[in-house]
C-alpha cells in the first residue's frame, strides 16, 4: 500500500514537472505509476487532492527550502549553491513552480497552493529592512523565473557563476538613496498586434484580454468571440481550434515584445544609463496595465512543453533574440555572456510570476540593485578585454 502511494505521488510530480498541470489527470497518473485508475481513485477521488497532498508534503516544503537558502545565502558560495538550484531545478522544484502557476486560476487550488507563496513573498517584503527587501524580492523573482525558464535550448550552454558574481555585485553596492528615473518603456503601451487585417487583430487582442482575464483552460472561442464584437463561426472559420489562435496570437505578441524591449534597452541604456532602464522596465512589467499580457505570456509559457505550435511561436524567436544579446554582451567568453543573458530572461520570466503573486512589488525601488549590477557588468566586460 505505502509502495502504491508513493509510486503514484512519484508520477504526479514527474508529469507536472515535464508536462503541466493540464496533462496530470488521475488515468495519466496510474499509468505513470503502474497502476490502475481506480487504485489511484481509492486514495484520490481527483487531481485537485492529490495535488494538495504532494503540494503539502513535498512541494511546498521544497520550494520554500531552497527560496529560504537563498535568502539566507551570506557569501558567494552559498549564493552558488542556492541559485544553482533553480538555475538547473529538480523535478520538485520544477513540479512545484508549475503548480503555484497553476493555482492562479484553479479555486480548488488557489487557496491551499498560491495563497501562502504570495503571503511568504508579503511577509519577506514587509518584515525585513528596506535593503533585505529589495534583494529577497529581486532573488525571489530570479529564481521563480530560472525555473520557468529552465527547458530553453541555449540552458546547457551557460553557467551560474558569472551571474552569481553578477548578483553579488548588485547586493554588496545596492544603494537605496539612488532615485529612480521617471520614463516609461512606450513599447509595452503600444499594440503588440499588427498582422494587417483589422479583424484578426481584434480577434488576437480579445485572445490576450479574455486569456489574460482567465486563464487558457478557462477562455472559450465564443467568449473570445464576443470579446472581439464577432460570432464565434466567424472566428472559427481562421482558427478551428483555441489553441490555434492562441498560438497564432503569441506569434505577434512575443516577436514584437522581444523586439520592443530589446530597442527600449538600447535607446534608454544611453539616455539615462543601462541600470536606470532595466529599474524601469522591471516596474512596467509589474503595473497593473500589463496584467492580461502578463498571463497570456505565462500561460503560454506553460503549454509550450506540450503543444507545439506554441512552442514553434515562441521559442525559435526567444533563441534568436538571447543570441543577439549574447552577441552583444559585455562578457568576452561566451559562457559568461549567454549566462548573463539567461540570468536577465529568467528575471524577466519571474516578473510575471511574482506580479500576480505580490502586486505591492511595483512600488519597491529595483534602481537600488539593477543600477551597480549594470555598473559591475559593464566594468567587467571592459577589464576582462
Request: charged share 20%; proline share 5%.
Given at each position: 500500500?505505502?509502495?502504491?502511494?508513493?509510486?503514484?505521488?512519484?508520477?504526479?510530480?514527474?508529469?507536472?514537472?515535464?508536462?503541466?498541470?493540464?496533462?496530470?489527470?488521475?488515468?495519466?497518473?496510474?499509468?505513470?505509476?503502474?497502476?490502475?485508475?481506480?487504485?489511484?481513485?481509492?486514495?484520490?477521488?481527483?487531481?485537485?487532492?492529490?495535488?494538495?497532498?504532494?503540494?503539502?508534503?513535498?512541494?511546498?516544503?521544497?520550494?520554500?527550502?531552497?527560496?529560504?537558502?537563498?535568502?539566507?545565502?551570506?557569501?558567494?558560495?552559498?549564493?552558488?549553491?542556492?541559485?544553482?538550484?533553480?538555475?538547473?531545478?529538480?523535478?520538485?522544484?520544477?513540479?512545484?513552480?508549475?503548480?503555484?502557476?497553476?493555482?492562479?486560476?484553479?479555486?480548488?487550488?488557489?487557496?491551499?497552493?498560491?495563497?501562502?507563496?504570495?503571503?511568504?513573498?508579503?511577509?519577506?517584503?514587509?518584515?525585513?529592512?528596506?535593503?533585505?527587501?529589495?534583494?529577497?524580492?529581486?532573488?525571489?523573482?530570479?529564481?521563480?523565473?530560472?525555473?520557468?525558464?529552465?527547458?530553453?535550448?541555449?540552458?546547457?550552454?551557460?553557467?551560474?557563476?558569472?551571474?552569481?558574481?553578477?548578483?553579488?555585485?548588485?547586493?554588496?553596492?545596492?544603494?537605496?538613496?539612488?532615485?529612480?528615473?521617471?520614463?516609461?518603456?512606450?513599447?509595452?503601451?503600444?499594440?503588440?498586434?499588427?498582422?494587417?487585417?483589422?479583424?484578426?487583430?481584434?480577434?488576437?487582442?480579445?485572445?490576450?484580454?479574455?486569456?489574460?482575464?482567465?486563464?487558457?483552460?478557462?477562455?472559450?472561442?465564443?467568449?473570445?468571440?464576443?470579446?472581439?464584437?464577432?460570432?464565434?463561426?466567424?472566428?472559427?472559420?481562421?482558427?478551428?481550434?483555441?489553441?490555434?489562435?492562441?498560438?497564432?496570437t503569441l506569434r505577434w505578441q512575443h516577436r514584437r515584445g522581444l523586439a520592443g524591449l530589446h530597442d527600449y534597452l538600447q535607446r534608454a541604456g544611453k539616455e539615462i544609463g543601462p541600470?536606470?532602464?532595466?529599474?524601469?522596465?522591471?516596474?512596467?512589467?509589474?503595473?497593473?496595465?500589463?496584467?492580461?499580457?502578463?498571463?497570456?505570456?505565462?500561460?503560454?509559457?506553460?503549454?509550450?512543453?506540450?503543444?507545439?505550435?506554441?512552442?514553434?511561436?515562441?521559442?525559435?524567436?526567444?533563441?534568436?533574440?538571447?543570441?543577439?544579446?549574447?552577441?552583444?554582451?559585455?562578457?568576452?567568453?561566451?559562457?559568461?555572456?549567454?549566462?548573463?543573458?539567461?540570468?536577465?530572461?529568467?528575471?524577466?520570466?519571474?516578473?510575471?510570476?511574482?506580479?500576480?503573486?505580490?502586486?505591492?512589488?511595483?512600488?519597491?525601488?529595483?534602481?537600488?540593485?539593477?543600477?551597480?549590477?549594470?555598473?559591475?557588468?559593464?566594468?567587467?566586460?571592459?577589464?576582462?578585454?
Open positions: 500500500m505505502a509502495d502504491n502511494d508513493r509510486a503514484i505521488r512519484d508520477a504526479a510530480v514527474r508529469i507536472l514537472a515535464e508536462r503541466g498541470w493540464r496533462s496530470m489527470t488521475t488515468t495519466e497518473v496510474g499509468l505513470q505509476a503502474g497502476l490502475t485508475h481506480g487504485a489511484v481513485y481509492e486514495r484520490f477521488r481527483n487531481k485537485q487532492q492529490l495535488a494538495l497532498t504532494i503540494w503539502d508534503e513535498e512541494l511546498s516544503p521544497t520550494l520554500v527550502g531552497e527560496l529560504d537558502s537563498l535568502w539566507a545565502a551570506g557569501d558567494k558560495t552559498g549564493l552558488h549553491g542556492s541559485l544553482a538550484s533553480f538555475w538547473t531545478p529538480s523535478p520538485q522544484l520544477r513540479a512545484a513552480v508549475e503548480l503555484l502557476l497553476a493555482a492562479e486560476f484553479d479555486p480548488d487550488l488557489r487557496q491551499g497552493v498560491r495563497e501562502p507563496i504570495a503571503a511568504l513573498l508579503a511577509a519577506r517584503l514587509d518584515s525585513v529592512t528596506p535593503r533585505s527587501a529589495v534583494v529577497d524580492l529581486t532573488l525571489a523573482i530570479a529564481a521563480l523565473g530560472l525555473v520557468m525558464a529552465s527547458d530553453r535550448p541555449w540552458v546547457p550552454d551557460t553557467s551560474v557563476d558569472y551571474p552569481v558574481s553578477w548578483l553579488l555585485a548588485g547586493i554588496e553596492g545596492l544603494d537605496l538613496d539612488v532615485p529612480g528615473a521617471d520614463v516609461t518603456p512606450i513599447y509595452l503601451l503600444e499594440p503588440m498586434i499588427d498582422s494587417g487585417d483589422e479583424r484578426m487583430d481584434r480577434v488576437m487582442e480579445a485572445t490576450v484580454a479574455v486569456v489574460g482575464e482567465r486563464g487558457y483552460d478557462n477562455a472559450f472561442l465564443r467568449d473570445i468571440a464576443i470579446k472581439a464584437g464577432y460570432s464565434t463561426r466567424a472566428v472559427t472559420r481562421n482558427f478551428q481550434h483555441k489553441i490555434d489562435l492562441m498560438a497564432a541600470g536606470q532602464a532595466e529599474a524601469a522596465a522591471w516596474r512596467w512589467y509589474l503595473s497593473p496595465e500589463l496584467a492580461h499580457a502578463r498571463t497570456m505570456l505565462i500561460e503560454a509559457n506553460r503549454l509550450q512543453t506540450t503543444e507545439r505550435s506554441c512552442w514553434e511561436a515562441m521559442i525559435p524567436a526567444e533563441v534568436e533574440a538571447v543570441e543577439g544579446y549574447a552577441d552583444h554582451n559585455p562578457q568576452p567568453d561566451r559562457t559568461s555572456a549567454l549566462s548573463a543573458v539567461h540570468l536577465e530572461f529568467g528575471i524577466g520570466m519571474g516578473l510575471l510570476a511574482v506580479a500576480r503573486l505580490l502586486p505591492q512589488a511595483h512600488d519597491v525601488p529595483f534602481q537600488a540593485i539593477t543600477v551597480p549590477m549594470q555598473d559591475y557588468h559593464a566594468w567587467s566586460g571592459s577589464a576582462s578585454e
